[in-house]
């Protein structure tokens, strides 16, 4: 390093001091001779710099992971006793290179847990300490934001997300109604980039080994933001929300993001998770990780990127379509729907939420939808009283309709969507969309 740098590190290191004023009143000015400026861009480089000689476990059951001051040590045996044993002279070399490096660990404010998937195991207590005083025992850590615990099911991690993801649903809801408010697409990137943001922050750590109760969970949140999303009625498929909206199910975008890290990471050798794509398979697969799932159940199983493809794209690509494939037929169609036309991109929200229920019958205006509700109103057509008030009747079949069909142009049920600008025409000349969604 040059003299020029290490002159300037002084200077951007040293005489730096603080006080404070409250009410008028400054307190006694403070040196400061440790520590780095806090919301410095040069800080975590610094403090790494500073950290870079902290002592390797010698026992090789320990492994060691950091992440600016956050250190979290695990050590892997099958008697928690032992376990233990092995960690705690460890701690006590740790302690004594904090000391020398004027750093302080705060017992009180670090935590062990016992990991096991034995029951009669959940109540035991790891006894650790660092300078003699106990470290604390929790069956619920959280590390960089992720709450594990003691049978790593993730229940409280998916909880966490569950609340969070509720109340910033009230603040999708407000940007859109059944009669105004912001376009489908729009409302879409925000529910991708404010709501299901929060079940992706960190998955290919946790996902992996969820139960489908917890899936359904995240898929539950989902559904309930692309009904706002579309406008559609409480009973609307959730197979017909993905359609209008185009967004995989919530278990198909994780393992599609779980996927894509574990890729990344077996074709770099210098990846930090590099060494998961080769982690040795246990004798009893108990618990689903991240490597069984993403590396050897999905990525094995996908045809191989063809050259001069970006992997990540293929996985996508490739996940997409399988997703795709799990959909329903539409109810209305008997299959899978056609795309959408550009044009639709120019009505206004209200008669986007007509489409968007008219497509799958959930439509407050059709009396075959009201009869889902109440079993005593009697659902034939209004206009030929021959057969139940359909949208199929109303668009292909009604003989009340043939001459506003002829002149709209509108022949099967596929103009809902290939041709919607004039299905909208047709339908509100029909009558049918006399009154507000």
Known sequence: MHNNTKRWLASFLGGRVAHVTFAGQSSNIKNFTNGVPQGSV??????????????????PQIHIASHADDITLTCPHRNADTATLILQPYLNTLNAWFTTNRLKIAPTKSTVTLLTNWNAEHRYTPHLTINNTPIPHTHTPKILGITYNTSMTFK???????NKCMQRLKALRS??????????????????????????????????????THHNTLQTIQNRALKTITGC??????????YETKVLKIKDHLDMRGTQTLAAASTNPHHPLHYMAQHPHMPRTIKTTPSTRYHSQILSSLTPCPPQTNLQKHIHTQITHQSIQTLKNNTRLHARPPDFHPSESSLPREDRVHLARLRCGHHPALLTYQKRLDRAIVDACPGCNTAPHSINHIIEDCNAHNHTRQQHNIHSLRALWESPV????????SGLLGQTA
């Open 175 to 212: 940007l859109a109604s059944t009669t105004f408010g912001h376009n489908k697409e729009t409302t879409t990137t925000v529910y991708k980039q404010y709501i299901r943001s929060v079940m992706d922050y960190a998955s290919p750590a946790w996902a992996s080994n969820l139960t489908e």
């Open 422 to 429: 004039q299905a909208m025409t047709f339908l509100r000349s």
């Open 42 to 59: 040069l800080s975590p480089t610094l403090f790494n710099l500073y950290m870079h000689d902290i002592p390797t476990p010698q026992a």
């Open 233 to 242: 009625t409480a009973t609307t498929p959730p197979d017909h929300l993905h």
């Open 156 to 162: 409280q991690r998916i909880t966490t997300i569950k």
